[in-house]
C-alpha cells in the first residue's frame, strides 16, 4: 500500500519539515504520495512532485485551505485516507493541529512525535520531555503519525515523478474563521533548521540585552533562541521558544546564554552536536550537557565573545 | 454556560524522571505526581471566565486511577465547583479519553471545555483536537489568550511561525498553552472547602467506552547521555576551540 504525508507550506514556500516527512515516509515504502491544500499552489504542488521518493502529489487550490484551518483539512485527508497504510504529517503546529483529527475519524490511535522508525508497525518517540524513548508498536491497521523533523534529513531536490494531480472535494462550512497572523519576520536562518542557534535565558534580565544575542547570532549567521523563563519575561517572542513545548532544534553549535537548563529546555536542545553553555551560576544544570562550559558574567562574555569573532571573522578575509 | 476542565495526575514537572532498569516503564514508585502544568492553565483561565460573569459552573473531569480524585480536590480548591473521575487504569490513550469526554459532554452539555494542550508524561498532544473532531465543535488548540464575547469566542494561538487569531462560535474547544494565564495556588480556606465539594465518581465501562490500548510499550529505553564537555577559562580559549577543536565556527 502507499503512504500518504501531508505538506506543510505557507502557500509560496514548502516548509523543510515537509521534506523531512518525505524522507521518515521513504523508510516505511517506496509508493510515497504528497497532499498539498492551499491557495495558488501550483508553484509548489510542482516543485514537490520533484522531490526524491516522490511518486504523485495531489492538490487542491481553494481559499479554504488558504489558512490551514484543521476542520478543512480533515475531511480531504479522510476522503483519501482509504488506499493508504501510512499517513504521515510533520510533528509542528500544522501537523499537531490536523492530525489527531484524522486519527479518531478513522478510530486509531495517532503516534505523535516519531524520531525513529523500527519497522512498518514500530516506532520510537520521546516520552516525559524526550527524559526516555517509548518504542512502541500499534495494533492499528491504518497508521496516523507525525514526524520530529529534525530527527529525518530532508530529501533531495531530485528523483520526483514529476507527477501531479489536482482533485476536487466540497467541504462543509468549519465554524473556524481566521482572523490574522502575525509572524515575525526575521532575515536570520530559521530557528529550526538553522546550523548555528544562540540562545538567551533569564539572564539577560531585558528584552534590551537580547541586542547582545543577535550581535553573536549576525557574526555567526545563527538563528536566536529562547528559553521559556525568557520568553515569559517577554524580552522575545513565543516563536523563539526552545524547549519541551517550543521548538525542537538540533544544530550544529547550540551556544546557551544565561540559561539554567530546565528539564524543558534541554528537551529542546540536547541533541545538538556541539552544546557551549556561558553562565555565572557554575552549579548550573546546563554545564552538564555542554561540550564546552564558560563560568562568567555574560554581559562581559559576550561583548568579548563580539570581538574575538571579529578577530576570527578579519584574519579569514 | 458550564464550562467543562479536564486535568490528568502527572509525576511533578520538577521530577527527574527515572526509566525503570527492565526497560517496562519510569518509576512512578515515591514519586510526587501534580496536575498536568498546562491543565492548571485550562483551570484558571475557566475560573477567570466564570469571575468575569461568563459561565455559571466549572465541572473538572479526571481520568485514571482513584488517586486522580486529588488531581481534581487541586482544581476545586482552586475554585472549581464539582469534579466527576471516570475511573481507569492511569494510561488510557488519548484516543479513549477523547470518546470518554465526548461521553461526558453529552451529560453535561457545556458550552466550553478546557484542556491543557499536552500532558508532560506522554507529550502525545491529541486529546482536544480528537474530542473536537468526535464532537463536531469547533478547535482553538495551543490558546495563549481566550476572549468571549456573547456567542464568540476570540482565540489567540501560538504557532510556529508566531501568533494567529482565529473566531470560533460556542460551544468550542480549547486546548491550553502555559501563556495561557498564570494559575493561582488554592487558599487554605479553600482548599478545606473543596474538601466538601462533590466529585462524581464513575467507571469507563458504565459509559460503554473501550479503553484497551492500541499502542504497545515495547520499551521504554534512556536516551543517549551526553558527556559533560570541558571547562574553559576565557572567551578566547571558547572560540579556539570551537575553531580549531570541534570546527563548527
Known amino acids: 500500500m502507499s503512504i500518504l504525508v501531508i505538506a506543510e507550506h505557507n502557500n509560496i514556500e514548502i516548509k523543510s519539515s515537509t521534506l523531512n516527512t518525505i524522507n521518515a515516509a521513504s523508510k516505511l515504502g517506496s509508493e510515497i504520495e504528497v497532499?498539498?491544500?492551499?491557495?495558488?499552489?501550483?508553484?509548489?504542488?510542482?516543485?514537490?512532485?520533484s522531490y526524491q521518493h516522490v511518486s504523485k502529489v495531489i492538490f487542491i487550490d481553494s481559499e479554504k485551505f488558504e489558512n490551514a484551518i484543521a476542520e478543512n483539512i480533515e475531511p480531504v485527508i479522510l476522503s483519501l485516507a482509504e488506499k493508504y497504510s501510512h499517513i504521515l504529517a510533520p510533528a509542528t503546529t500544522f501537523g499537531k493541529n490536523v492530525m489527531p483529527r484524522v486519527a479518531v475519524k478513522l478510530d486509531v490511535a495517532q503516534i505523535s512525535d516519531i524520531v525513529n522508525i523500527e519497522s512498518e508497525d514500530t516506532f520510537i518517540r520521546p516520552i516525559y520531555a524526550g527524559n526516555a524513548l517509548a518504542t512502541?508498536?500499534?495494533?492499528?491497521?491504518?497508521?496516523?503519525?507525525?514526524?520530529?523533523?529534525?530527527s529525518f534529513d530532508v530529501v533531495a531536490?531530485?528523483?520526483?515523478?514529476?507527477?501531479?494531480?489536482?482533485?476536487?472535494?466540497?467541504?462543509?462550512?468549519s465554524g473556524v474563521e481566521f482572523i490574522d497572523r502575525e509572524e515575525s519576520k526575521s532575515?536570520?536562518?530559521?530557528?529550526?533548521?538553522?546550523?548555528i542557534v544562540v540562545s538567551g535565558g533569564r539572564g539577560l534580565q531585558s528584552a534590551e540585552n537580547f541586542k547582545l544575542i543577535s550581535d553573536i547570532a549576525d557574526k555567526l549567521n545563527a538563528a536566536i533562541g529562547a528559553s521559556r523563563a525568557a520568553v515569559d519575561a517577554g524580552y522575545v517572542s513565543n516563536d523563539y521558544q526552545v524547549g519541551q513545548t517550543g521548538k525542537v532544534v538540533v544544530p550544529d553549535l547550540y551556544i546557551a546564554v544565561g540559561i539554567s537548563g530546565a528539564i524543558q529546555h534541554l528537551a529542546g536542545m540536547k541533541e545538538s552536536k556541539i552544546i557551549v553553555a556561558i553562565n555565572k551560576d557554575e552549579e548550573a544544570p546546563i554545564f552538564n550537557i555542554a561540550d564546552y562550559g564558560l563560568t562568567a558574567d555574560l554581559f562581559e562574555a559576550l561583548p568579548a565573545l563580539s570581538t574575538e569573532l571579529d578577530k576570527l571573522n578579519s584574519i579569514e578575509k | 454556560m458550564k464550562i467543562l476542565v479536564t486535568v490528568k495526575r502527572v509525576i511533578d514537572y520538577n521530577v527527574q524522571v527515572r526509566v525503570k532498569a527492565d526497560g517496562s516503564g519510569v518509576e512512578k514508585e515515591n514519586v510526587k505526581m501534580s496536575m498536568n502544568p498546562p491543565d492548571e492553565n485550562a483551570v484558571e483561565e475557566a475560573l477567570r471566565i466564570k469571575e468575569a460573569g461568563k459561565a455559571d459552573e466549572i465541572i473538572i473531569l479526571s481520568i485514571g486511577e482513584e488517586k486522580c480524585q486529588e488531581t481534581i480536590?487541586?482544581?476545586?480548591?482552586?475554585?472549581?465547583?464539582?469534579?466527576?473521575?471516570?475511573?481507569?487504569?492511569?494510561?488510557?490513550?488519548?484516543?479513549?479519553?477523547?470518546?470518554?469526554?465526548?461521553?461526558?459532554?453529552?451529560?453535561?452539555q457545556p458550552g466550553l471545555i478546557l484542556m491543557g494542550k499536552q500532558a508532560i508524561d506522554d507529550d502525545s498532544?491529541?486529546?482536544?483536537?480528537?474530542t473536537s473532531a468526535l464532537l463536531g465543535w469547533p478547535q482553538a488548540t495551543f490558546a495563549s489568550k481566550i476572549e468571549i464575547e456573547g456567542n464568540i469566542g476570540t482565540v489567540t494561538r501560538e504557532i510556529d511561525e508566531g501568533l494567529e487569531r482565529i473566531k470560533v462560535n460556542i460551544p468550542f474547544i480549547a486546548s491550553c498553552d502555559l501563556r495561557l494565564n498564570e494559575p493561582r495556588y488554592a487558599s487554605l480556606p479553600n482548599i478545606m472547602k473543596a474538601k466538601k465539594k462533590p466529585i462524581d465518581i464513575?467507571?469507563?465501562?458504565?459509559?460503554?467506552?473501550?479503553?484497551?490500548?492500541?499502542?504497545?510499550?515495547?520499551?521504554?529505553?534512556?536516551?543517549?547521555?551526553?558527556?559533560?564537555?570541558?571547562?574553559?577559562?576565557?572567551?578566547?580559549?571558547?572560540?579556539?576551540?570551537?575553531?580549531?577543536?570541534?570546527?563548527?565556527?
Open chain 2, 73 to 108: 480536590r487541586t482544581a476545586l480548591a482552586m475554585g472549581a465547583d464539582r469534579g466527576i473521575l471516570i475511573k481507569a487504569s492511569d494510561d488510557v490513550e488519548p484516543l479513549a479519553v477523547s470518546k470518554i469526554v465526548s461521553k461526558v459532554v453529552e451529560t453535561e
Open chain 1, 136 to 150: 512502541v508498536k500499534t495494533k492499528d491497521t491504518k497508521k496516523v503519525i507525525t514526524v520530529r523533523p529534525t
Open chain 1, 187 to 195: 532575515d536570520r536562518p530559521e530557528l529550526s533548521t538553522a546550523r
Open chain 1, 157 to 173: 531536490k531530485e528523483g520526483g515523478s514529476g507527477i501531479v494531480e489536482q482533485i476536487n472535494l466540497d467541504i462543509a462550512e
Open chain 1, 35 to 49: 497532499l498539498v491544500l492551499g491557495s495558488n499552489i501550483d508553484n509548489i504542488s510542482k516543485e514537490i512532485s
Open chain 2, 125 to 130: 498532544n491529541q486529546t482536544a483536537q480528537m
Open chain 2, 202 to 249: 464513575k467507571s469507563a465501562e458504565e459509559l460503554g467506552v473501550d479503553v484497551s490500548r492500541r499502542v504497545e510499550h515495547i520499551k521504554i529505553s534512556e536516551p543517549p547521555t551526553r558527556q559533560k564537555g570541558v571547562m574553559v577559562a576565557d572567551v578566547a580559549e571558547l572560540v579556539q576551540k570551537l575553531k580549531y577543536e570541534a570546527k563548527v565556527i
